[in-house]
């Protein structure tokens, strides 16, 4: 079975400085990875996934993650955080193998202060 | 290039009636999904089309749930004889052919039983 654990509930850090947020996966066979960006009263948007390849992967408005296969972890970073990124952030997994189900973990509230 | 849409946004009921909502997927977008999103939680997983096969139904989906795809384009997710805990965020989101793609979502649709 397929999962998704996203330690913290939350995550706060200022304005300028580097953003992490953490997510570990289960899944049989090999991942495909993503994370999604929802706002408040909006849909989820889609930031950036890893497929193959690279283990760094670079995504919408500055973000990156990095895939670590031993760790099974997919973590999601970004170099200096702006106010406007405060937002609530899912990790998500779907099995490669022709699976389509895509589950996402509980989400982690990012808070930028200015 | 429209996006996802959903109908209606907002549904308030009184408990005991049933409501439907409606999603159009990206035009050419083959894979249709919808989730539930309850406050502070991810999207769980609910059902899968492929084309107008519903190919996967969640568990956490009772029988009062039901989805149609009929032709392949838009679809339906019904609730019969709602009940308070079906208050949520009801999310429709759809991909492209292929193993790789992303979800994109819809804003959602949310249903508040009294």
């Known amino acids: 079975a397929q999962s998704v654990a996203q330690p913290e509930d939350q995550v706060n850090v200022a304005e300028g400085n580097p953003l992490t947020v953490k997510c570990t996966y289960s899944?049989?066979?090999?991942?495909?990875l993503f994370w999604y960006v929802q706002y408040p009263n909006r849909g989820l948007q889609f930031l950036l996934k890893?497929?193959?390849?690279?283990?760094l992967v670079k995504g919408s408005y500055g973000f990156e993650a990095e895939f670590n296969k031993s760790q099974t972890s997919f973590h999601l970073k970004k170099p200096s955080a702006l106010v406007s990124d405060s937002a609530l952030y899912f990790c998500a997994v779907r099995a490669n193998t022709g699976g389509f189900k895509t589950i996402f973990g509980a989400g982690t509230r990012l808070f930028v202060k200015a | 290039d429209t996006g996802v849409s959903q109908d209606p946004r907002h549904k308030i009921t009184k408990r005991g009636q049933n409501v439907t909502f409606r999603c159009d997927p990206i035009?050419?977008?083959?894979?249709l999904y919808w989730y539930r999103q309850t406050l502070g939680q991810g999207p769980e997983f609910l059902t899968y089309?492929?084309?107008?096969?519903?190919?996967?139904k969640s568990r956490l989906l009772s029988d009062r749930f039901s989805a149609e795809r009929p032709k392949g384009s838009f679809s339906t997710l019904e609730i019969q004889r709602t009940e308070q805990g079906d208050s949520a965020m009801y999310l429709c989101?759809?991909?492209?052919?292929?193993?790789?793609?992303?979800?994109?979502f819809g804003e959602g649709s949310r249903l508040t039983v009294l």
């Open positions: 035009s050419e977008h083959n894979r």
């Open positions: 899944v049989s066979g090999n991942p495909y």
């Open positions: 089309f492929q084309n107008e096969a519903q190919l996967e």
């Open positions: 989101a759809s991909r492209t052919p292929g193993d790789t793609g992303e979800l994109f």
């Open positions: 890893y497929i193959t390849g690279d283990n």
